[in-house]
């Protein structure tokens, strides 16, 4: 049995407008589940109806098999860390901690050692005294994290944590909020825009659009196989074209690709493919690459734009397709713009998705 | 770089502020029975007079007693509507915040003649009331500015959080919201006790026989008497006014509300 369960979660703000359309996810005990998508796709309304701030329009929200769904906020044991760190300005870093265990009415002395005990956790012993204002951003998120976790809660709701850090900060908390979620085991629901930190953090990811999930699984089958052109457009597949499908033979397919056909693997809603059916076919740019002058299989074009990146060159390459990216490393052939070249495709790679309604080319 | 010109005309600024206070002080000291600059002599019997003449003592105290009172009621009125236009969105809030700030806008003289015609509309009123319902009015727009801003500074999640953590939403707000309002409370109070202890044109109007305010009685005073008196009062009443002001800097920093 799941230990979070959100069943049919609907949410709307206006009327027949709904921010969360029949929303459900079973989470296990000690998992961390990240909720991945842009602004306004529901992933804060979900974790603020887990948490009771929002009283959603119809669904339930179970955890450990109890109803939560009818429970005021401050009686839900959920831990919850914000995008702003929320802590309270006036009180020194031991007692942002300790509020908690004080509103749980926990004995003194029980206070004392578990906050120290938090403290240490996120490495702040030395910062008890300390009011907020007097600590860095990373520090601040750590008593946060620290004051969410001492009351050592059923559900812990992450949302977008680490937002206001700096890029190497990040990188930094990421992990060790992890190894602290890890350590306590406690079921984790976290929320971000950023796919890389949901790889990173996540046993499994839920790629939300418009209040709906496109995708729910482990980051590396999420970051290879999207199911849908929406996730391979939000885990970096930069290009993608049409294309008719020429044949399908079990889990490949064939799409015209300059003057081979190129065969790859496909995702559709309704069943396999047929020929001639409208792919969308989906690639990264550091899987294709560039050979001069023409060639017989691949796909020709121009370079219209090359921009060093370090370890890699980024070409803008123009063909009949529409305009590509490709990256190559910066050791390998470079081209100058205006140079033809041809695309050669790392197909295993490569994905076709039909997920609108099937159309003919 | 400071140039020549910024200093000289910083000198003129700072002469054209402070210097008519030099004059009330030094002229407060003069033993001319009629106002005079530069004073001859030095005495303090004027400073005594002030304290023997009883409209002054009589109008002193009803001042602050008005003060205190409207200041603490246009608080206890502003927190409240502070708090919802600070931390909920809603169609008419525009609307509300101009109407609230429309005492501020509409000059003084107005309003004390428009209250009075409404309160002998409404009849039987004692001049004291009249008083405080009209500064408690004028007040209660500051009350809801300053304390608006001291919430504005207070992120708006730190009560979710306290939530979140156990507190019922009463608590949340007495042990989270309000001490971090406390500053901007006492800001506004500072600001409010000023505004009505100084004020003289809504208290012009609803001023009354043997009950009224201690600028308006410093102004009838002056209509029969031009002696040092109301020199030496107000000079009494610059440092009493300086002091609070700068008490209120030192302990809040007063200066981040207004």
């Known amino acids: 049995m799941p230990y979070l369960e959100i069943h049919e979660l609907t949410v709307s703000y206006e009327k027949n407008q709904p921010t969360l359309k029949r929303f459900s996810l079973d989470v296990d005990q000690g998992e961390l589940v990240s909720l991945l998508g842009p602004s306004g796709c529901g992933k804060t309304t979900t974790l603020r109806s887990v948490a009771g701030f929002i009283q959603p329009d119809a669904g339930r929200v179970v955890v450990d098999g109890r109803d939560y769904t009818a429970l005021p906020p401050n009686q839900r044991d959920i831990g919850l860390v914000f995008q702003s760190y929320a802590l309270f300005p006036h009180l020194t870093v031991f007692h942002n901690v300790a509020f908690g265990l004080r509103m749980r009415r926990v004995p003194k002395k029980a206070i004392h050692s578990r906050v120290a005990k938090a403290l240490k956790m996120v490495g702040l012993e030395a910062f008890a005294d300390r009011r907020p204002a007097q600590l860095s951003g990373g520090q601040q998120q750590r008593v946060a994290l620290a004051r969410a976790t001492v009351i050592e809660p059923q559900v812990l709701l992450l949302d977008e944590p680490l937002s206001n850090l700096d890029a190497g900060l990040r990188v930094e908390m990421r992990q060790e909020i992890r190894r602290l979620q890890q350590q306590l085991g406690i079921t984790t629901l976290y929320v971000t825009h950023d796919q890389v930190e949901a790889m990173s953090i996540s046993d499994r990811v839920v790629v939300m659009n418009q209040g709906e999930i496109e995708q729910i699984g482990r980051p590396e089958k999420i970051f290879a196989t999207p199911e849908t052109a929406f996730v391979a457009d939000f885990m970096g597949f930069d290009n993608r074209f049409q294309a008719a499908v020429l044949s399908t033979q079990g889990s490949k397919l064939t799409v015209k690709w300059g003057g081979a056909p190129v065969e790859m693997r496909w995702r559709s809603k309704f069943g396999s493919p047929q020929s001639g059916a409208l792919a969308e076919v989906f690639f990264r740019a550091d899987d294709a690459s560039l050979a001069a002058g023409k060639e017989a299989v691949g796909l020709a074009g121009q370079v219209i734009l090359h921009t060093f990146h370090g370890n890699e060159v980024q070409y803008l390459v123009s063909t009949e397709f529409g305009e590509f990216s490709v990256l190559q490393d910066s050791d390998s052939e470079r081209f100058e713009a205006g140079a033809t070249v041809t695309v050669l495709p790392h197909t295993h790679k490569w994905i076709a998705i039909l997920d609108e309604t099937e159309r003919r080319a | ?258």
Do not use: C, K
Request: hydrophobic share 60%; no cysteine; aromatic share 14%.
């Open chain 2, 1 to 258: 770089m400071v140039s020549r010109w910024m200093y000289v005309s910083l000198v003129i600024l700072y002469g054209f502020l402070l210097g008519p206070f030099v004059i009330i002080f030094m002229a407060s000291f003069g033993e001319n029975a009629t106002m005079a600059f530069p004073p001859q002599g030095f005495t303090l019997d004027w400073f005594a007079n002030v304290f023997e003449t009883s409209q002054f003592i009589d109008s002193f105290w009803i001042s602050l007693q008005l003060a205190l009172l409207s200041t603490l009621v246009s608080l206890i009125m502003g927190m409240p509507v502070a708090y919802a236009l600070t931390r909920y969105q809603f169609a008419a809030a525009g609307i509300v915040e101009t109407v609230f700030s429309a005492p501020i806008l509409v000059p003084g003289l107005v309003i004390g003649f428009a209250m009075l015609n409404f309160f002998v509309l409404l009849g039987d009123m004692s001049v004291f009331t009249g008083l405080f319902i009209g500064h408690t009015a004028i007040l209660f727009p500051y009350s809801v500015r300053v304390i608006s801003a001291s919430l504005r500074n207070l992120d708006p999640f730190v009560e979710d959080a306290a939530v979140s953590l156990g507190a019922n939403r009463l608590r949340g707000f007495l042990l989270v919201v309000l001490p971090n309002m406390q500053a901007g409370i006492a800001a506004a109070f500072v600001l409010g006790f000023i505004t009505s202890f100084n004020n003289v044109p809504v208290s012009l109007f609803l001023s009354g026989p043997g009950v009224t305010t201690l600028p308006v009685s410093m102004l009838s005073y002056l209509e029969y008497y031009f002696d040092p008196t109301i020199a030496a009062l107000s000079t009494l009443l610059v440092i009493f006014t300086v002091v609070l002001v700068q008490a209120a800097e030192r302990l809040l920093g007063l200066s981040q509300f207004v």
